[in-house]
């Protein structure tokens, strides 16, 4: 059988285990695609292979999709994202110092809100004193930067006043928290738990407990590039569905961060890697990992269908950043991006549950909650914020008025 070549950028993150299993797996193979990987260091990088034809699609982080197709820092380019990657999966890691005193030196996870205000007065005193804390995020236009000006800003920190964030590649993370470059990291996996065996950060708070099932990375390709050939795109999106069956097999747990661990991937130790994949995290040097429940969260209800209202809340977090100037069509091409209709066609037929509508309200999931689908049964976990608020994609306006007020 003659494969179709395909090629998909990434970086070395846990959550790019997906296109990696369906390579591995060979579930990419079964859908008649030769998947070719292409490891890069940083988000720029990996979105400059796309845009100049190096790969057919990327791992990419949600809002620089967005970003990328609104043209906020280069000549825009169409993106479309038809396949979510996962939910979640980063965490905020301090210096070990500045760590026990927003956990005031107790043992597991402080709720968010409680850190979050012990952080802010510690943050305000130290910008009264003229010292500014430093804290690095993976790209300006990241989930981690806009999830860490959430809950910053939740929590009553002037962000543009009171605080400098910088961007580090993913991997030189850790490193950059060793050379006291920064005060503090909002990463992926496996580069907080590297920074915590090294004793060189803790971990005070988890994205999935800012914004329960909050979207991470996508499937991002150049919408011509999609359009152009649908038939290969489906069979993809499958293959990465079936590898995401796999990812959470928890008989494959050692196996798959084995292929993770690889030096052509993620080249980092595996036990940190099968950690993160089963949802038990280190905190702080010489604890016991904690099981912290949808840490990462890459197959169960609907976690790789492409919500337009999740597209939605990145763009409204743009505009509250300042990166994004508010308007009717720029709030329409976001959503845009996010691809909806392509997941559901290269799933129809199938026993794969398929949501009936392509947005939700974001938040407003506060438990076990059954929801009309095209095809299928369909349950959705809790998805609420932090603070209790919600996102209608509806009144985005009185959304931008309530946040700013706070």
Known sequence: MTLDPFRIGFLPLVDAALPILAHELGFAEEQGIDLQLMRDVSWATVRDRLLYGHSDAAHLVAP?????????????????????LGLNGNAITLTPELAKAVTEGKKGLAKPREAGKRFAAIIAERAAAGSKIRLGVVHRFSSHNYMLRYWLAGSGVDIDEQIEIITIAPPFAADALAAGEVDG?????????????????????????????????VLAMQTARMEADREIVHRLIRAMYNAGKAFIDPARLEKNAAILARPEYLDGPAPLIERAISDRIKLAAGTEPLHIPDFMFQHREAANF????????????????????????????????FRPDVYRAAFAGT?????GASAKLEGGIAKPTGVGTVQGRLLLGPDQFFDGRSFDPDHLDDYLAEIAAQ
């Open 185 to 217: 990291i909002c990463v992926g996996e496996p580069w907080n738990s590297v920074a915590v065996e090294r004793g060189v950060g803790a971990i005070v708070t988890v994205t999935a407990h800012i914004w329960q099932r909050g979207v991470e990375k």
């Open 306 to 337: 492409p919500w337009v209202s999740q597209a939605a809340w990145l763009y409204a977090q743009m505009v509250r950043a300042g990166h994004a100037k508010k308007s009717a069509k720029a709030y329409a091409a976001a959503q845009k991006v």
């Open 351 to 355: 026993n794969v549950p398929l949501p």
């Open 64 to 84: 620089l999709a967005i970003a990328t197709s609104l043209g906020l820092d280069r000549p825009a380019v169409p993106l479309s994202v038809p396949f979510v």
